[in-house]
């Protein structure tokens, strides 16, 4: 066994010199893992600039139409025919080709505008009480940050289990939704109302409790604190502070 040389530099430092032939045993193995990751890092651009971007802007081109259908219904009613315009796609009263959000889910996968269709999808589901259906989507749908927007997909989901009288599945959706942000002082203080109302009303005392107490402790200037809301519960619950 060959035995390495020490070095003693002027400084007083001990150095072992790195063999002659080090480059030549090692130069393959590295070249080729350094080809990969270049290879990797053109494949990542290829597919980001002239795949996912175009991708992403014909789904939101396609996806427009039907979001527009949807925030009209969301303002004025469900109707069943503007439901399976919607969903399924068609043409208007005026001409105009609606691309049906289920399309664009399955055929823009992995897109924000998918993402976005999933979640109308479910709301959409839950207002013409297909409850399976809406769970399925708006669990399918990813908030990536939207956290209001999470927010409510997850209290339609805790709505749609109410639906069909799985009150732990609900209580479980409705505390979620409370739980995504507790920074925000909008949709979480009134997720933790809900519930709250909910677990009272569905005979769970101690939930109920300790729910009104974290809407009065962490959001003291939500309407159901301030206007003494919150006290009357937890007072109906043998809580008085």
Do not use: C
């Not at 193995?29 to 990969?36: Q, R, S, T």
């Not at 802007?57 to 503007?82: H, L, Q, Y």
């Amino acid at each position: 066994m060959s035995e390495s040389k020490v070095v003693i530099t002027p400084e007083g430092e001990a150095v072992v010199p790195v063999k002659k032939d080090f480059w030549a045993k090692y130069s393959r193995p590295i070249i080729y893992v350094g080809g990969a990751v270049i290879v990797g890092i053109i494949a990542w651009f290829i597919y980001q600039n002239y795949v996912k971007l175009p991708k992403e802007r014909k789904a939101n081109e396609a996806i427009f139409p039907a979001e527009a259908v949807f925030d009209r219904m969301a303002a004025t009613g469900f109707s069943k025919d503007s439901v399976n315009l919607v969903l399924n796609g068609g043409t208007t009263a005026d001409g105009k080709t609606i691309v049906g959000l289920l399309k664009i889910i399955n055929t823009y996968s992995g897109t924000a505008a998918a993402n976005r269709a999933t979640y109308m999808t479910g709301a959409t589901y839950l207002q013409v009480k297909d409850f399976d259906k809406a769970i399925k989507y708006l669990k399918d749908f990813e908030g990536n940050g939207a956290d209001q927007v999470e927010s409510k997909a997850d209290i339609m989901i805790g709505h749609a289990y109410a639906e069909q009288k799985k009150i732990e599945d609900a209580l479980s959706y409705y505390k979620k939704a409370a739980a995504v942000n507790e920074k925000d002082d909008a949709i979480t203080p009134d997720a933790l109302l809900l519930a709250a109302n909910y677990a009272e009303a569905t005979g769970k005392p101690q939930d109920a409790i300790d729910l009104f107490k974290k809407l009065k402790e962490k959001y003291p200037l939500h309407s159901s604190v301030s206007n003494g809301e919150v006290d009357k519960h937890l007072a109906r619950l043998g809580v008085v502070e």
